[in-house]
T-cell receptor
């Protein structure tokens, strides 16, 4: 089955700087790549996603890049704010397949 | 807005006892999932279903059963709860487009 590796597991950045999280996957059939944010005691919530027909997607301060050849995708948060502190999970899914595989997560802390 | 509810929200069970976690969605989604999350870790898929009356094993099905009696409802059953099953359990639903909507989670403590 699909395997998703997510790095780093812990990330601390200064407020106002950028944060980057990287994921890689194994199954070339995967074509949907969501990112979820989970705050303490809460459920994961979708923040941005990208499909395989795109290489880049941006929603406000969130940028997702997808390199299908390398089977890598990444999340970049620009101008980080304290509210960005949370756990972030990447995932990969084969469109039309029922299963979605999550990375192990990145704990992001924004330092004031 | 998509709605997935779970019950109970918190439960304490005894080792060897039976536990049933329930999930209900009003999204009209075909797919439903059960995940467990251990403190500070990621989401691991236990069971999932893409149609009523049918369930599939996920990545860590041992010690768990699932039941999908209707499109809206999906249950996770621990026949003989063990200490190692202490975790937070999330239910989720999705359509073919992929976005998963998660329930609020159930915190299960097995003593």
């Amino acid at each position: 089955g699909e395997q998703v590796e997510q790095l780093p597991s812990i990330l601390r950045v200064q407020e106002g700087s950028s944060a980057s999280i990287n994921c890689s996957y194994e199954d070339s059939a995967s074509n949907y790549f969501p990112w979820y944010k989970q705050e303490p005691g809460e459920n994961p919530k979708l923040i941005i996603d990208i499909r395989s027909n795109m290489e880049r997607k941006q929603i406000q301060e969130l940028i997702v890049l997808l390199d299908k050849k390398a089977k890598r995708f990444s999340l970049h948060i620009t101008d980080t704010q304290p509210g960005d502190s949370a756990m972030y999970f990447c995932a990969a899914r084969d469109y039309g397949n029922e299963k979605i595989t999550f990375g192990a997560g990145t704990k992001l802390t924004i330092k004031p | 807005e998509a709605a997935v509810t779970q019950s109970p929200r918190s439960k304490v069970a005894v080792t060897g006892g039976k536990v049933t976690l329930s999930c209900h969605q009003t999204n009209n989604h075909d797919y439903m999932y059960w995940y467990r999350q251990d403190t500070g870790h990621g989401l691991r898929l236990i069971h999932y279903s893409y149609v009523a009356d049918s369930t599939e094993k996920g990545d860590i099905p041992d010690g768990y059963k699932a039941s999908r009696p209707s499109q809206e409802n999906f249950s996770l059953i621990l026949e003989l709860a063990s200490l190692s099953q202490t975790a937070v359990y999330f239910c989720a639903s999705s359509d073919r487009e992929g976005e998963q909507y998660f329930g609020p989670g159930t915190r299960l403590t097995v003593l």
